[in-house]
Each structure stands twice: as structure tokens, then as C-alpha cells.
């Protein structure tokens, strides 16, 4: 039996440990030391690498097991005590029903191995915006993770000791082990079928059964700082959200903070870092996953980056795409699914090095760049303290959280949707966010070819029915004291594409010179027509000062296709048709006014 003072924590870690009888049990204090000792013993064991420690000190490298290598949508559920409040995207399941299911899983299933308990804070310890989880793992490699991408250890604890509330986070690999057994280096559940992501939203509450990695097992990052946090914000009036935080500065020294929300793999930690190419601007990185957001006492929306590290897509991150993350990745690094060089060096596709002449791939096997197969897995990871980005902002952990200017959201379209659109109005900006989406190919994942909308790039993380949650940002405008200090609102679009399939924009650091309008709006100097869809930058109010792009190019990306949005239209109207009576007022106006205007 541990002991506690908090009740709540105590009843709960002893239940659990009955339930899952491991051998030993480990409460985290979040020491350098405590890291190191781990480590070394996941070394010892086969299941990671130290790398060299003259190219990248304080480095190591994973292999997950070829099975266990994403999130997996299909089995995260939200088992919200009715199927109603999970909504049209969520898998739903009923809670005492997935809970007896998962007990007989959880039952005895950390035999051989120790539990970890892990007190974290989402967001600087203590910070008014910030929350804190406890997650209870059996995998040595989440607690490594964690101490990177969230703040764990004593000082939390002692918030809890206080009676800081806290998300009870439950995590095994599902791979209990026989006496005598030998472990494997990645343990997991055998089967996809075994794996399961669940949330009881009402509960406060994360069960993660089978798998051990990324967004299936750091229960703070997706399940705990969105689908769980964005359920608490609608109760109690803030939001979580799939955001970036950058920092501006203009080349007079003024300040500004943006939130952008992108599907994954839109560039969020590429943009989140960019070095701009327009002359005098500055861009320095707050956060690049995950904004938590509250109005402070002079009105405007302060947001607060609710982790501590990045977990970053390896493949395609270099020199060229992003500097200041492959600077950040040189040292104290988890990296998972890479290339191992016979030197002990990592390498990936896309890292702007050239392949080496042999290496060990993500799986283990021999690699030479002519034998077919990648050397890293398309979603390799690396975990990384944000602490030693190059360009971090200095108030990265202000408690106070920094004033957010304007949110961008954007997504991956080819055609339609140009460079950039300002919203009118918050509620015409809500309703940009509700219709962001990218478009996908049948072949690509499954899906009917189209465009697959991804509110706030929110489909995969939100905890409970989409069309109160697009009601709940509609709420928030309404709750503002003074609406003239809400952000202002812009559609992205970095992907649109030419006749001949080619990306039009050239996207990374050129992206500065969006910011720049953007920013330039907000301080009252920079010009916008309005249209039928918003306001898009008036002609010659976009910098595009020694940037290689044709007059017609520049047309085409700034201009309103009247045919393709009527074309959008309809398949909007489709889309909203899946939310039933949930479809916020709010949102079907600002439709039928898109299609008056346009006609
Ligand atoms: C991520 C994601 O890992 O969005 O951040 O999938
Ligand atoms: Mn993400």
C-alpha cells in the first residue's frame, strides 16, 4: 500500500496496482539522475541505443515494434456516458461496457514489470492555465518521454498533496511477463485489435491498453492536453487546441503572438520555427503542438504552450526545412524508428545529408540506399527538450501565458482556397475553422477521394461532439468582454497547386511574408478588399520583395474561384448535414451568407 495525502491519489494508485499486480512500483521524482538510471537500464536491456556521444550527446535511439509505429484513430474512443455527447467523429463505446472489457485486460497484465507513477503538469508548473495528470505506465521508454514533453516529479506531486485536482492517465504496453521470461525490446499487445485509447470524459478519465507509442502512450500530449483538456475548457470557459505559438517581432521591435491550428503533418513545427525571409522580421517559437488558451483580466486571450519538448516527425526535418529543430535535435534526443550509420550517428530520408553506403534500418535489418525500403519509418519521431531550441522565446514558460494577436488555421488544398483569407468577424472566422480540411486521395488512407474536413485540425482530438465544440468557440466570442480584443481569425493555404500539379507557394520561411500582412492588418497598416469569402490581401499589400513568382501565379493564388466555392458549398452543406441537431445556428447562417454573396 502507498500512502498519500491526497485520498484521491492513494485509492486510485492502490486500486490500480491490485489490478495490474507488478513486480515493483516506482514513484517519479523527474531527476536528471532518475532519467540517466533509466536509461542506462533500457541500454543494458537491448532496448535502446546510447548513441555516439561526440555527435549527439546525451542521444538514443528506439525501435518500436513494426506493428506499433502511430496513433491509431480507429481504436481511440470516446465512452462519453452517452453516445450522443461523442458526436458523428468520435468512435463511441459505452463506458461500463468498455471498462469491463479493458479490466479483464488490465487484469495482471504488469507481471515482471515495474509501475511507474508519473505526476505531470500540462503547462508551467502551477501557471493558472496549467493542469496536472498523473499517468501510471509499465514502460520505462513513457517515462523517459514524458520527463522531455511534459514537467513531471516532485514539484507536481506537491500540488496534488495540496488538492491540486488532477487527470487520472493509465497506460500499459500489454505484455505482462512470465517468470523467467525475457523481454522484448518493444513490448506491446500482439494484435491491433488489443489495442485500445480510451477516454471517459466525464471521468476525467484515460485508459491506454497495448500500445507503447507516441500519442497512444504519452497520455499527456493528445488524450490528457486535447481530447480530455478541450472537454474541460467547454465546462469551464477556455480552450485546448491543436495549435502552434509563435512570437513576431517586427523590424521596429513590435510584438506579436499567433496560434495556427494544421492537421498533422502540415508543417506545424517548420512553421512554428521559420526563419523569415522578408528583411528585419524575427520569428521565435512559443509552442508547436498544443495551445491551451484563457482570457486574461484585460480581455484578450492569453495562451500558455501546454508541453514542455517536441515530438517531431523526423523524415524530411534538415537544414533546409528547418534549422533551428536540427540544431535543437543535436543533443539530450529520443529518437525513435531512425537510421542507425556505423558510426552511431542517425540518419533519415529527407535530412538534406546524403546516404551513407550501409546503415541499420528503423527495423533492424541491413540498409544500402539501393535495397528499396526506407532506412527511417515515414513517422519517426525525435523528442526533444524545448529548452534548447535555438530560437525559443524567452517567455516560452511565462505562467501569465503570452497575448494571442490572431489565429491561423489551414490545411492541405490544391485548389480553392487562396494563400490567405481574413475573416471578417469571429463567427465568420469559426466558420473558416469548421470547413478547414485537406484533401485526400482514395489510394492514400482509405477514405473516399474529396476533401476530408478537419475542424481546427481538431478531428481526431476532440473529446466530445463536434458541434457543441464549434458552438463552444462560437461561446467564446459571445463571453469575450471586448470582442475588438479577440484574435483575428486567417485561412492558410500553403499547398495550392498549378495545372501541372506543382506547389504554386514555396512555403517554409516565404511563409513570413503572410505573417507580415497578417501582422500589418493587426496593427492597422496593411490593405485587404473584401470579398465574397473575406478579406484577401489588396493588390501589391502582400511582400513579395525579391521572392521568384509570376505575376500569374500570384493571381492565381489571390484570387476568389466563384465556381470552385460554389462547388465547396455543397460539400460543405454534406458535411454539416453529419452533425444533426448539434449544427450550431451560427454556422448554417454563415453558410447560406457565403452562398448570397457569391451569387
Ligand atoms: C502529432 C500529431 O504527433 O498531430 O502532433 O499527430
Ligand atoms: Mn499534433
Not at 535511439?61 to 509505429?69: A, E, G, I, K, Y
Not at 470524459?201 to 497512444?216: K, Q, T, V
Amino acid at each position: 500500500m502507498l500512502s498519500f495525502k491526497n485520498s484521491l491519489l492513494e485509492e486510485w494508485i492502490n486500486e490500480v496496482v491490485k489490478l495490474c499486480q507488478p513486480d515493483s512500483i516506482h514513484l517519479c521524482d523527474g531527476s536528471q539522475q532518475e532519467y540517466d538510471i533509466l536509461m542506462q537500464e533500457m541500454v543494458d536491456a537491448g532496448m535502446a541505443i546510447s548513441l555516439n556521444q561526440e555527435k549527439k550527446p546525451g542521444c538514443f535511439l528506439f525501435r518500436s515494434h513494426p506493428t506499433d509505429v502511430a496513433r491509431v484513430e480507429n481504436r481511440t474512443f470516446i465512452a462519453s456516458k452517452k453516445q450522443e455527447d461523442a458526436g458523428p467523429t468520435n468512435n463511441w463505446v459505452d463506458p461500463i461496457e468498455l471498462k469491463a472489457t479493458m479490466t479483464k485486460l488490465y487484469s495482471g497484465c504488469m507481471k515482471g514489470r515495474v509501475l511507474y507513477i508519473i505526476p505531470f503538469s500540462m503547462g508551467p508548473i502551477g501557471s493558472p492555465i496549467s493542469k496536472i495528470g498523473v499517468e501510471i505506465t509499465d514502460s520505462a521508454y513513457v517515462v523517459a518521454n514524458m520527463r522531455i514533453m511534459t514537467r513531471i516529479g516532485n514539484e507536481v506531486l506537491a500540488l496534488i498533496e495540496e488538492g491540486w485536482e488532477f487527470v487520472k492517465c493509465l497506460h500499459s504496453v500489454g505484455k505482462p511477463l512470465e517468470p523467467g521470461e525475457k523481454d522484448s525490446t518493444w513490448p506491446c499487445a500482439p494484435s491491433i485489435d488489443q489495442k485500445y485509447i480510451s477516454h471517459f470524459p466525464e471521468e476525467r478519465l484515460i485508459w491506454s491498453y497495448g500500445s507503447g507509442y507516441g500519442g497512444n502512450a504519452l497520455l499527456g500530449k493528445k488524450c490528457f492536453a486535447l481530447r480530455i483538456a478541450c472537454v474541460q475548457a467547454k465546462d469551464e470557459g477556455w480552450l485546448a487546441e491543436h495549435m502552434l505559438i509563435l512570437k513576431i517581432t517586427d523590424p521596429k521591435g513590435k510584438i506579436a503572438y499567433i496560434c495556427g491550428a494544421f492537421p498533422s503533418a502540415c508543417g506545424k513545427t517548420n512553421l512554428a520555427m521559420l526563419t523569415p525571409t522578408v528583411p528585419g522580421w524575427k520569428v521565435e517559437t512559443i509552442g508547436d503542438d498544443i495551445s491551451w488558451m484563457k482570457f486574461g483580466e484585460d480581455g484578450r486571450l492569453y495562451a500558455i504552450n501546454a508541453e514542455s519538448g517536441f515530438f517531431g516527425v523526423v523524415p524530411g526535418t534538415s537544414m533546409q526545412s528547418n534549422p533551428a529543430a536540427m540544431e535543437t535535435i543535436q543533443k539530450n534526443t529520443i529518437y525513435t524508428n531512425v537510421g542507425l550509420t556505423d558510426d552511431g550517428d542517425v540518419w533519415w530520408e529527407g535530412s538534406g545529408i546524403p546516404a551513407p553506403e550501409h546503415l541499420i534500418d528503423w527495423e533492424g535489418n541491413d540498409w544500402t540506399p539501393d535495397c528499396g525500403k526506407t532506412a527511417a519509418h515515414a513517422n519517426a519521431r525525435f523528442t526533444t527538450p524545448a529548452a534548447q531550441c535555438p530560437v525559443i522565446a524567452p517567455e516560452w514558460e511565462d505562467p501569465a501565458g503570452v497575448p494571442v494577436s490572431a489565429i491561423l488555421i489551414g490545411g492541405r488544398r490544391a485548389s480553392t482556397i487562396p494563400l490567405v483569407i481574413e475573416s471578417f468577424n469571429w463567427e465568420h472566422g469559426i466558420f473558416l475553422g469548421s470547413i478547414m480540411g485537406s484533401e485526400t486521395t482514395a489510394a492514400a488512407i482509405g477514405l473516399a477521394a474529396g476533401v476530408r474536413r478537419d475542424p481546427f485540425a481538431m478531428l481526431p482530438f476532440m473529446g466530445y461532439h463536434v458541434g457543441d465544440y464549434l458552438q463552444h468557440w462560437l461561446d467564446i466570442g459571445k463571453a469575450a468582454k471586448d470582442p475588438a480584443k479577440l484574435p483575428s481569425i486567417y485561412m492558410v493555404n500553403w499547398f495550392r497547386k498549378n495545372e501541372e500539379g506543382k506547389f504554386i507557394w514555396p512555403g517554409y520561411g516565404e511563409n513570413s511574408r503572410v505573417l507580415k500582412w497578417i501582422v500589418e492588418r493587426a496593427e492597422g497598416t496593411g490593405e485587404a478588399v473584401a470579398t465574397s469569402i473575406g478579406n484577401l490581401p489588396a493588390p501589391k499589400a502582400l511582400d513579395i520583395n525579391g521572392l521568384n513568382i509570376s505575376e500569374n501565379d500570384l493571381e492565381m493564388i489571390l484570387h476568389v474561384d466563384k465556381e470552385a466555392w460554389l462547388a465547396e458549398i455543397d460539400s460543405i452543406r454534406e458535411n454539416f448535414k453529419s452533425y444533426g441537431e448539434k449544427l450550431p445556428p451560427g454556422l448554417s447562417s454563415q453558410l447560406e451568407s457565403l452562398k448570397e454573396r457569391l451569387s
